[in-house]
């Protein structure tokens, strides 16, 4: 609410005077002299460019507001109006809804008391902006101390209004975020599993979570009364010792294991991250105890294959010379004059010579593999594979007069290969066909060569293998229901197959109700010359 700046001027009683004639100058304290019309319009620019929106001149016995038109138009009065004089209710019509019913609570204590009158407010907003003031004055109290005028000022103060909402907006996300934080460090710490504590220099937990007592039994009052190194592991406590002095002097423990006792006695391992700050060391303990027990399970595990393929080695290697000296002693016989009663005993004696090489040739490339690293192999000079497929199923053959096996051979391309292993591989596939196929269907055995691949499948009809055989089948030691009640270690698939991997190349199977083969294929260029 601005005074009215105009050629005639208020008096402190009401009274209007005469400004000066137009054509006089008044002087000024230096001396100058300026125009009532330039003092005007130089008030009028310099308001126009400053926070102060204007000042008002009350009146109050005659209820008079005199303002200029700046003010007037801010609190929506008729700039008219409030250079004649409005009414005061006029200009409170102007304020926020919000703040009016305080403002005159404001003005009716300085009227009373003549106190210098000090309030900040918000305007109606116009075209959508609200926009902020601050109102000065004081009530001049005339006889008996009744108000009689109470001029002020009214300055802007938007931007600074704006600014401190700004910070108290701040304030308060600040605020919001250290409660969520301090919350969700709370929850953690009720809701964590693992064991988490402050731990002084004389090693007694100063606080602790309830994961001590779900993991351990230990209640937050016993933790804190009784020493860690109590509650340690006999054969952890040194150890623990040398740990808990490295975090004395500033060094961190990260992922220290060790064995914290139990209420009921017994122990489980702890890993503990413990990092010190100004006195203390916070510490967070994992319970690795099923993680300590499976990796002694499988060193366990590790110990027992390792001896048991080392006693397979040992008893395999050792097996070779009785066994020899028993099959040369059946060839002496041979020789001999025998009963026909007597020959057919020690013909059975020679096949039974001769599965037991067999086995104890799979054990040994089973410990070479398992112990060397790998099958070994010896490429030869490249050949034609029909002379050996055919060789190897001729023997096949005698051996099991009783089943057809019928060979397709087009494999016209040189192969490069360890003769003697491919035998064994394909011996291996056709005697599991003859052991597991249909005695009333033929086994077939097909060989091609195709760009720069030999391919050998293997087939033979009856029931299909199982599922859960077929995940396993190339695995050592795996035998199928066929075998269950006769002799064999379930090794020749296993060999077969790292006999493959050998040659650089595969062995797979299919299985249906139809029929199943296996298929083995290799580069034919040896890998000296790949």
């Given amino acids: 609410m601005v005074r009215r700046v105009t050629p005639r001027n208020i008096t402190g009683h009401g009274e209007r005077r005469s400004a000066p004639a137009p054509g006089k100058r008044q002087s000024g304290r230096?001396?100058?002299?300026?125009?009532?019309?330039?003092?005007?319009?130089?008030?009028?620019m310099a308001l126009t460019h400053s926070p102060l929106i204007g000042t008002w001149d009350w009146l109050v016995p005659q209820n008079k507001v005199f303002?200029?038109?700046?003010l007037a138009s801010m609190f929506g009065v008729d700039p008219?109006?409030?250079a004649a004089g409005?009414?005061?209710?006029?200009?409170?019509?102007?304020?926020?809804?919000?703040?009016?019913?305080?403002?005159?609570?404001?003005?009716?204590?300085?009227?009373?008391?003549?106190?210098?009158?000090?309030?900040?407010?918000?305007?109606?907003?116009?075209?959508?902006?609200?926009?902020?003031?601050?109102?000065?004055?004081?009530?001049v109290l005339g006889a008996g101390h009744a108000p009689a005028r109470f001029p002020g000022v009214v300055v802007d103060i938007t931007e600074r209004a704006e600014a401190e909402s700004r910070l108290r907006q701040l304030n308060e996300d600040l605020e919001r975020k250290v409660i969520e934080r301090t919350q969700a460090r709370g929850r953690t710490w009720q809701v964590s599993p693992d064991l988490l504590g402050a731990l002084n220099s004389k090693g007694y937990f100063e606080t602790s979570n309830p994961a001590w007592k779900s993991v351990l039994g230990w209640s937050e009052e016993e933790v804190a009364s009784t020493s860690i190194f109590e509650l340690l592991h006999p054969d952890d406590v040194e150890r623990t010792r040398a740990g808990f002095n490295l975090t004395q002097i500033g060094q961190p423990a990260i992922g220290f294991p060790n064995r914290y006792r139990r209420k009921d006695g017994s122990y489980r391992w702890i890993s503990w991250i413990g990092v010190p700050d100004e006195g203390l060391?916070?510490?967070?303990?994992?319970?690795?105890?099923?993680?300590?027990?499976?990796?002694?399970?499988?060193?366990?595990?590790?110990?027992?294959?390792?001896?048991?393929?080392?006693?397979?080695?040992?008893?395999?290697?050792?097996?070779?010379?009785?066994?020899?000296?028993?099959?040369?002693?059946?060839?002496?016989?041979?020789?001999?004059?025998?009963?026909e009663h007597n020959i057919a005993t020690v013909a059975m004696m020679g096949g039974s010579v001769s599965r037991m090489a067999e086995l104890i040739d799979n054990v040994m490339d089973f410990t070479r593999s398992r112990l060397g690293g790998g099958l070994g192999v010896t490429f030869g000079a490249p050949e034609q594979a029909e002379p050996i497929l055919l060789h190897v199923m001729a023997e096949l053959q005698l051996a099991n007069p009783n089943r057809s096996i019928k060979a397709e051979i087009a494999a016209p391309d040189l192969v490069t290969w360890d003769r003697g292993r491919i035998g064994?591989?394909?011996?291996?596939?056709?005697?599991?066909?003859?052991?597991?196929?249909?005695?009333?269907?033929?086994?077939?055995?097909?060989?091609?060569?195709?760009?720069?691949?030999?391919?050998?499948?293997?087939?033979?009809?009856?029931?299909?293998?199982?599922?859960?055989?077929?995940?396993?089948?190339?695995?050592?030691?795996?035998?199928?229901?066929?075998?269950?009640?006769?002799?064999?270690?379930?090794?020749?698939?296993?060999?077969?197959?790292?006999?493959?991997?050998?040659?650089?190349?595969?062995?797979?199977?299919?299985?249906?109700?139809?029929?199943?083969?296996?298929?083995?294929?290799?580069?034919?260029?040896?890998?000296?010359?790949?």
């Avoid at 303002?67 to 700046?70: F, G, L």
């Avoid at 005159?104 to 902020?132: C, K, M, W, Y």
């Avoid at 916070?282 to 060193?299: F, M, V």
């Avoid at 393929?309 to 010379?321: K, T």
Wanted: proline share 5%; net charge positive.
């Fill in 30 to 44: 230096r001396g100058g002299h300026v125009g009532a019309a330039d003092a005007q319009e130089h008030l009028a």
């Fill in 67 to 70: 303002t200029d038109a700046r």
């Fill in 80 to 82: 008219a109006a409030g």
């Fill in 86 to 139: 409005a009414p005061v209710e006029s200009f409170l019509a102007g304020i926020h809804p919000d703040d009016v019913g305080r403002v005159r609570i404001e003005i009716d204590a300085a009227l009373t008391t003549g106190q210098p009158f000090s309030s900040e407010f918000r305007l109606r907003p116009a075209n959508g902006v609200v926009q902020h003031v601050l109102a000065r004055g004081q009530c």
């Fill in 281 to 339: 060391v916070y510490c967070s303990g994992r319970d690795i105890t099923s993680e300590k027990t499976a990796e002694a399970n499988l060193l366990d595990e590790r110990d027992v294959s390792a001896l048991r393929e080392q006693f397979i080695a040992v008893l395999g290697h050792d097996l070779r010379n009785p066994l020899a000296a028993i099959n040369a002693g059946i060839r002496r016989l041979k020789k001999s004059n025998l009963g």
């Fill in 424 to 530: 064994q591989l394909v011996s291996n596939l056709v005697g599991n066909a003859v052991k597991h196929g249909a005695a009333d269907q033929p086994i077939r055995l097909t060989a091609s060569t195709k760009v720069g691949w030999f391919e050998l499948n293997v087939a033979n009809g009856g029931r299909p293998i199982a599922p859960a055989l077929l995940e396993r089948i190339f695995k050592p030691f795996t035998r199928g229901e066929a075998l269950a009640e006769r002799q064999g270690l379930g090794l020749g698939l296993y060999i077969s197959s790292e006999i493959a991997r050998a040659h650089h190349g595969t062995l797979t199977v299919a299985s249906t109700k139809k029929e199943t083969c296996f298929t083995f294929r290799m580069p034919i260029i040896g890998p000296e010359r790949m």
